[in-house]
RNA sequence: GCCUCCUUAGCUCAAUGGUAGAGCAACUGUUUUGUAAACAGUAGACGUUAGUUCGAUUCUAAUAGGAGGCUCCA
């Protein structure tokens, strides 16, 4: 079904239009691509005779106020193909000319829409605006100039894109751009910086996070709730290394298919001297850093025969993976080289199939729910072959058949809303994928359940069926966080660094008034520690004033002051991140209460 | 990897073709404090390498990192 066309995406086209009519003023030679709406706003390709700088954005910006003021009406008029490439090859507009070919080719149109505004004539379905006036040239505004290949092709050449932001009025825009200036504070990048918790190194290398003591104590918190929920669930532990012969890695179709984000194999036989030299080992064998845990955790598997009676067999592990990812791919925690994924894999028999699906997917959701995120900012997206790029898979077409319809019949069971993504799909199989955005809007993928019909017979697993006959099983892969470092970079911005109080990697500063409360201070400090509270001592020698105002920055869950009154009462003074000060409580009290939040995990 | 932009102290920022200035943080001392910044002092930086120039942090180029796109994302 065609998505219905909203009022501001007619308005944020046409104003890609005239972004593309002002282009057309500053450089007559500019050959056009493509201009749609997308988000927020717009953008426009352009193939231009030199770079475009800042200025020409300046530049562009007071021609688009031009032609809007100058009241250009939109006008289409419908032309029969052969008339529309006629009247771009005039113009030497190829792209226009390949764009038409295509529709003939793909949807054999007959006739093409051509929309004129003033001097500029554009190939367009439309629809527009009645006329350029009816954009507001207070209400956009270009962002930025970006590369980007014709048609999304690596393969082809790299245009100029200009992105824009438009608007009903000049209000809609200030508070976008007000919006994004506070996207920026919560990005998980500053944060991570503000609050100490990880950074990335040059020296020791692009896409791997050095996590400090804070950050790995956050990580920590999410690990054992981690293992904690999977024991509940049923799932048993596995542990693998790090590297592994390539020969594994070839049984399984990954370095056939993905060998190039792999990090290169390391030659092992020879040592170090020899390699120096030249010198060829003859026995030497190549390892890799693993990519992906499915190959040991199959290994675990084939090392013993299994019955039926075993199924399903659910193998968890948080292990580390290294994918190379290009250089210009990688972004703070969310595209990284080295990422700890929770891993797990389920082994059934068909039968069991569709409930471990179930399973999984509450557990997706349970996740989700008990890290704060609203189900509805969570996309989910089943991932489909593409069955016209079957180099791209393994496995005959009714084990894709089978293991589609099974995950869309158990998608649509569970109620998720979700969209289907044709290519998008594992080499091994179909699965669904569940997407949180950061505070950008850019999606990652996090939580992902893939069904699995093809390394079972790559890797000859086998089981003893009721007739004792050798069958094959069926495998699940799926993670809930994705991995740890994307998902701690996603909940870093979720809670803007405040995290909740059985995550904060500090739950509680002591802060004595003065000298002389010290060793009270301490006092609550060991009581704390005692009752498995994270908490701080903030002994330096600074005002009160200060002491909360620091611990505010760091957005420490709870602040308690401890002065005259307090060591009186055998209390402290105890300060809400968000509520402020809630006045003087038993310790007793207070100790009940934050563990009580600890439990319930509900702030 | 490709396109555009950015890189000054631990952090946030300033200035300049004639060897850099501040706030916070750090350190030392004084202060002993009541719910978001006490006072004084000390130390600390032009990403790297070339080129132009009498002289480069400033101009140019390369390189390395970073940001946003594109491509990719098992």
């Known amino acids: 079904?065609?998505?219905?066309?909203?009022?501001?995406?007619?308005?944020?086209?046409?104003?890609?239009?005239?972004?593309?009519?002002?282009?057309?003023?500053?450089?007559?030679?500019?050959?056009?691509?493509?201009?749609?709406?997308?988000?927020?706003?717009?953008?426009?390709?352009?193939?231009?005779?030199?770079?475009?700088?800042?200025?020409?954005?300046?530049?562009?910006?007071?021609?688009?106020?031009?032609?809007?003021?100058?009241?250009?009406?939109?006008?289409?008029?419908?032309?029969?193909?052969?008339?529309?490439?006629?009247?771009?090859?005039?113009?030497?507009?190829?792209?226009?000319?390949?764009?038409?070919?295509?529709?003939?080719?793909?949807?054999?149109?007959?006739?093409?829409?051509?929309?004129?505004?003033?001097?500029?004539?554009?190939?367009?379905?439309?629809?527009?605006?009645?006329?350029?006036?009816?954009?507001?040239?207070?209400?956009?505004?270009?962002?930025?100039?970006?590369?980007?290949?014709?048609?999304?092709?690596?393969?082809?050449?790299?245009?100029?894109?200009?992105?824009?932001?438009?608007?009903?009025?000049?209000?809609?825009?200030?508070?976008?751009?007000?919006?994004?200036?506070?996207?920026?504070?919560?990005?998980?990048?500053?944060?991570?910086?503000?609050?100490?918790?990880?950074?990335?190194?040059?020296?020791?290398?692009?896409?791997?996070?050095?996590?400090?003591?804070?950050?790995?104590?956050?990580?920590?918190?999410?690990?054992?709730?981690?293992?904690?929920?999977?024991?509940?669930?049923?799932?048993?532990?596995?542990?693998?290394?790090?590297?592994?012969?390539?020969?594994?890695?070839?049984?399984?179709?990954?370095?056939?298919?993905?060998?190039?984000?792999?990090?290169?194999?390391?030659?092992?036989?020879?040592?170090?001297?020899?390699?120096?030299?030249?010198?060829?080992?003859?026995?030497?064998?190549?390892?890799?850093?693993?990519?992906?845990?499915?190959?040991f955790h199959i290994a675990i598997y084939k090392n013993s025969p299994h019955s039926y009676r075993e199924f399903p067999m659910r193998w968890a592990e948080t292990g580390t993976v290294y994918r190379f990812e290009k250089k210009g791919e990688l972004s703070g925690l969310t595209r990284v080289r080295g990422f700890t994924q929770d891993d797990a894999h389920i082994i059934c028999r068909e039968d069991q199939v569709e409930g471990e699906l179930e399973e999984v997917i509450d557990f997706i959701l349970s996740t989700f729910k008990a890290f704060g995120f609203n189900f509805e900012s969570v996309k989910v997206y089943l991932s489909l072959r593409d069955p016209q790029n079957k180099e791209k898979y393994v496995g005959n077409d009714e084990g894709w058949k089978f293991s589609e319809d099974i995950l869309r019949k158990v998608a649509n069971k569970k109620g998720l809303k979700f969209e289907e993504e044709l290519g998008e799909a594992a080499f091994y199989g179909p699965k669904l994928d569940f997407k949180i955005k950061d505070v950008l809007g850019r999606e990652w993928q996090c939580s992902t359940l893939q069904f699995d019909f093809n390394l079972s017979e790559r890797f000859d697993m086998t089981f003893a069926n009721t007739k004792g006959e050798q069958e094959r099983p069926y495998m699940l892969h799926r993670v809930l966080l994705g991995s740890f470092e994307r998902f701690i970079g996603l909940l870093i911005e979720h809670y803007a660094g405040a995290f909740p109080v059985w995550l904060a990697p500090e739950q509680v500063w002591v802060l004595p008034i003065a000298e002389r409360h010290q060793e009270y201070a301490k006092k609550l400090v060991d009581l704390l520690k005692a009752e498995g509270i994270r908490v701080v001592m903030k002994s330096e020698s600074e005002t009160i004033g200060k002491k909360i105002r620091s611990g505010q920055i760091q957005k420490i869950p709870y602040l308690l002051v401890a002065g005259d009154k307090e060591v009186e009462a055998e209390g402290a003074a105890v300060r809400d991140r968000v509520k402020g000060d809630l006045g003087i409580m038993p310790v007793k009290d207070f100790v009940e209460k934050i563990k009580q939040e600890i439990k319930d995990k509900t702030r």
């Open 1 to 295: 079904m065609e998505k219905q066309i909203e009022k501001i995406d007619i308005l944020r086209h046409s104003a890609a239009h005239i972004l593309a009519a002002a282009v057309l003023e500053l450089m007559p030679k500019a050959k056009f691509a493509i201009g749609p709406s997308i988000e927020d706003g717009f953008y426009y390709d352009f193939d231009l005779p030199r770079a475009l700088t800042q200025e020409d954005l300046a530049v562009l910006e007071e021609k688009m106020q031009a032609i809007v003021k100058k009241n250009y009406a939109f006008e289409r008029k419908e032309m029969p193909v052969k008339e529309a490439i006629e009247l771009f090859k005039k113009a030497e507009q190829p792209y226009k000319v390949e764009l038409i070919e295509d529709l003939v080719k793909n949807q054999k149109v007959e006739t093409v829409s051509i929309y004129t505004s003033g001097p500029f004539v554009d190939l367009c379905r439309g629809p527009h605006v009645e006329s350029t006036k009816n954009v507001d040239a207070k209400a956009f505004k270009l962002m930025k100039i970006a590369g980007a290949y014709w048609r999304g092709n690596e393969k082809n050449k790299m245009l100029q894109r200009i992105y824009g932001t438009a608007w009903e009025n000049k209000a809609d825009l200030e508070a976008y751009l007000k919006k994004l200036e506070e996207a920026e504070k919560r990005d998980h990048r500053r944060i991570g910086k503000e609050l100490d918790l990880f950074h990335i190194d040059e020296q020791v290398g692009l896409g791997l996070i050095l996590w400090h003591p804070k950050g790995a104590m956050l990580w920590r918190m999410i690990e054992d709730f981690w293992y904690q929920e999977h024991m509940k669930k049923g799932y048993e532990f596995v542990r693998s290394p790090h590297i592994g012969n390539r020969k594994l890695w070839e049984q399984s179709g990954h370095w056939g298919f993905y060998s190039g984000s792999m990090y290169p194999p390391l030659e092992v036989g020879q040592s170090l001297e020899e390699l120096k030299a030249g010198k060829k080992v003859g026995e030497s064998e190549q390892y890799l850093l693993k990519p992906m845990n499915c190959p």
